[in-house]
T-cell receptor, first 114, second 112 residues
Framework: EAGVAQSPRYKIIEKRQSVAFWCNPISGHATLYWYQQILGQGPKLLIQFQNNGVVDDSQLPKDRFSAERLKGVDSTLKIQPAKLEDSAVYLC????????????FGPGTRLTVT | ELKVEQNPLFLSMQEGKNYTIYCNYSTTSDRLYWYRQDPGKSLESLFVLLSNGAVKQEGRLMASLDTKARLSTLHITAAVHDLSATYFCAAPKRIYGYALNFGKGTSLLVTP
């Protein structure tokens, strides 16, 4: 079974530029998550989708971050404009929605904002 | 909202020794997860603990859950260098929810 795919793996941009990340979850997984992991910290949830609907985006900085999952499969996360403090690894995870609701993580995208 | 605290945050131990990592969470939870992360890598699921008193073991790692004390432990037996990594515990933000709140992680270094 293929795992969670993410691209790009690395991205370097200047502040105030925009950037987009892509995620393809495990086939059949209805729930998709985007986490932000700042160096030395645990992942922090940005947004959770159930199929193509948003379940939890309470910690998403909506003035600059947006995410969509149009057909209930792939998802994109966008930052516009980027700030220095957005430098982090962006992790995508998916789960089947059945017990024990285990989440499987992709390799992540490492973003550096200069 | 549930908060997760781990200790210690840094742990250096000799090969062959035993040690325990502690994970406390602030409100009632029906599940507790342990993940491992190697430098520059993603998170690998180690254990999912679903009930009070649950104990799971894989190799030199054993995890347990005490829901009454809101405490989970990850015990390392006879550590080897390959166990060097960062270990995270996580619990659902809300009971019966899916999204996880993570602790800050325990960075483990096993030395000869």
């Amino acid at each position: 079974e293929a795992g969670v795919a993410q691209s790009p793996r690395y991205k370097i941009i200047e502040k105030r530029q925009s950037v987009a990340f892509w995620c393809n979850p495990i086939s059949g997984h209805a729930t998709l998550y985007w986490y932000q992991q700042i160096l030395g910290q645990g992942p922090k949830l940005l947004i959770q989708f159930q199929n193509n609907g948003v379940v939890d985006d309470s910690q998403l900085p909506k003035d600059r971050f947006s995410a969509e999952r149009l057909k209930g499969v792939d998802s994109t996360l966008k930052i516009q404009p980027a700030k220095l403090e957005d430098s982090a690894v962006y992790l995508c995870a998916s789960s089947s929605g059945t017990q024990p609701y285990e989440q499987y993580f992709g390799p992540g995208t490492r973003l550096t904002v200069t | 909202e549930l908060k997760v605290e781990q200790n210690p945050l840094f742990l250096s131990m000799q090969e062959g020794k035993n040690y325990t990592i502690y994970c406390n969470y602030s409100t009632t939870s029906d599940r507790l997860y342990w993940y491992r992360q190697d430098p520059g890598k993603s998170l690998e699921s180690l254990f999912v603990l679903l009930s009070n008193g649950a104990v799971k073991q894989e190799g030199r790692l054993m995890a347990s859950l005490d829901t009454k004390a809101r405490l989970s432990t990850l015990h390392i037996t006879a550590a080897v260098h390959d166990l060097s990594a960062t270990y995270f515990c996580a619990a659902p933000k809300r009971i019966y929810g899916y999204a996880l709140n993570f602790g800050k992680g325990t960075s483990l270094l096993v030395t000869p």
